[in-house]
């Protein structure tokens, strides 16, 4: 048996769009920072730049506050995003198969 369809025709609510293209931005916005992390993130601590995020092989980069805390807990962030997505898909999935 198959899953319920969302019906022919209709688009998934604007909410729902939103919320996964936040998560598609998330996801690139952290590995773009992760990535270039050498170019704009010093290697000691400064006053614009208190956020240490360790990376693999033990590198420490210092990030400002806000970005330092994003670059840390991007995962949690980001598998919320993606348990609310799932859980909206399963609700509507679930909707239109008690009218079908």
Known sequence: MTSPQIEPGKRYPLGLRVL????????????IAALLRHLWA??????????????????VFY???????FMNYFL???FA?????????LVLRRRAGARG
């Open 42 to 59: 010093p290697r000691s601590p400064s006053v614009s730049h208190p956020y240490g995020v360790t990376f693999k092989g033990g590198q």
């Open 20 to 31: 996964g293209t936040a998560a598609a931005g998330l996801f690139v916005a952290w590995w």
């Open 81 to 89: 995003v993606l348990v609310t997505l799932a859980v909206w898909d």
């Open 63 to 69: 990030f400002p506050q806000a970005v330092g805390i």
């Open 76 to 78: 949690w962030f980001f």
